[in-house]
């Protein structure tokens, strides 16, 4: 008895907790979940506060996908490491994340991000998580008021804001913001410690950002990773009701590293599982599957520009992407580039369905020494049940060319169609 009354104690203070919570989880300065934060980049700047105390939301987000994918390669049945793994159709794994976004004072915002099922762990591990500063009022009411009304500083162990694709990626169970099931060929993403400063007035935008260069944090092999510099530059700006326009040129460049995570870092994994892998393979030790990470090791300069157009519910989104650099065993720099298009219409009432395409190429020179290429076309249709509830389906073809005749990749090919429902809130 003592102990059922426990029980109903806590979730009691649970749902009034959470009560008090709903009543305003539309926080400042902030990316909302659902589908109200589709065409959002950097969280929003506004110098209007709702801020009343401390303030805590409980988000997430959960995403369960059903993969119907076949893939060959020049090697067949060869019974040695060149072989792929035998694929059908089934669910995979679902994902789920957990957010906390806590606002600690008039301006100030904390973030984390935790993985509860991921591809590459089942078990839950922190992604990462900042602190967003876009007022100083906590050091005196007024301080630097003018200054602050344009600024906007990060600090942490963070996803750096490197480019625009990584908006609209799929960040484990975050996945409502991408319309299509998989990311781009080379996913640019990082999560490393450092800060990041944000100017923005009257629809221009710049941001300098700093960091350690490193995916796993310890003191450990000091001496073998420089900080990493972070740059970006653009407009964006809605130029009437039906118009918007917004175009952005970054930049993330190291010196030196131990190991540069840039194509390779996001832990969570790939959406398409096991495609073009040899039969040892498993969906947790072989989480890239798809993507295509350079092999820039030592040293790294990649750009990026993102253009980006939404005509009433015509929208485009591009990626035109160059990294340069080279492994430690490497005398001289390489280059592969990448470029992306996609065309997307949402239509229906408040553009609850949408259809569209996305083309995706990667062309340059591999680590091997082949000059190799990748083409990727995503087919994709969705439907939003509510802001919070999205149903997408895939139809994707990825094609490798170039590649030695002792590559598993020699001639590859995957297809077929995946389903995707995701909630988020």
């Not at 060149?82 to 957010?99: C, K, P, R, S, V």
């Not at 990626?319 to 219409?345: C, H, M, P």
């Not at 091997?368 to 290429?373: L, M, N, P, Y």
């Amino acid at each position: 008895m003592k102990t059922l009354f426990k029980n109903a104690l806590l979730l009691s203070l649970l749902i009034s907790g959470f009560t008090v919570f709903a009543q305003s989880r539309d926080l400042d300065n902030y990316r909302l979940p659902d589908k109200r934060g589709i065409h959002v980049f950097e969280a929003p700047k506004d110098s209007v506060t709702t801020f009343d105390g401390l303030q805590v939301r409980v988000g997430g987000s959960s995403t369960l996908q059903f993969q119907a994918v076949d893939h060959e390669n020049s090697h067949g049945a060869s019974g040695d490491e060149l072989e792929l793994i035998e694929i059908g159709d089934n669910f995979n794994l679902a994902t789920a994340n957990l957010d906390l976004d806590v606002v600690l004072a008039d301006g100030v915002r904390m973030h984390l991000r935790t993985y509860l099922s991921s591809r590459h762990h089942p078990e839950p591990y922190v992604k990462g998580g900042y602190i967003q500063i876009d007022k100083l009022d906590w050091i005196s009411p007024g301080f630097m008021e003018n200054t602050m009304k344009h600024l906007t500083v990060k600090l942490g162990h963070m996803e750096n804001n490197y480019g625009d694709a990584h908006f609209r990626r799929s960040d484990n169970s975050a996945t409502i913001f991408n319309p299509f099931v998989g990311n781009l060929i080379m996913d640019s993403f990082t999560t490393e410690v450092g800060g990041e400063v944000y100017y923005r007035n009257n629809g221009f935008i710049g941001m300098l950002g700093l960091s350690n260069g490193k995916l796993n944090q310890a003191v450990s092999n000091p001496g073998t990773t420089k900080a990493s510099f972070l740059a970006k530059l653009g407009y964006d700006k809605q130029l009437n009701t039906d118009l918007r326009v917004r175009l952005t040129g970054s930049l993330y460049t190291t010196g030196e590293s131990r190991r540069v995570y840039l194509y390779s870092a996001d832990r969570a994994g790939s959406r398409y599982y096991l495609v073009m892998e040899n039969t040892e393979a498993s969906p947790v030790s072989n989480f890239r599957s798809g993507r295509y990470d350079p092999g820039m090791r030592n040293e790294i300069t990649s750009f990026m520009i993102n253009p980006f157009v939404k005509y009433k519910g015509l929208e485009f989104f591009g990626t035109i992407e160059s990294a340069k650099g080279k492994a430690t065993a490497e005398t001289s720099d390489r280059t592969v580039n990448q470029f992306a298009g996609e065309l997307i219409y949402r239509f229906g009432n408040n553009e609850n369905f949408y259809i569209g395409g996305r083309y995706n190429t990667v062309t340059g020179d591999d680590a091997s020494g082949a000059d190799i290429t990748i083409d990727r076309t995503q087919l994709g249709v969705g439907a939003f049940l509510t802001r919070n509830i999205l149903a997408k389906l895939e139809y994707v073809n990825q094609q490798y060319d170039g590649f030695d005749t002792t590559s598993i990749f020699n001639e590859g090919e995957f297809k077929g169609v995946l389903f995707e429902a995701v909630i988020s809130f």
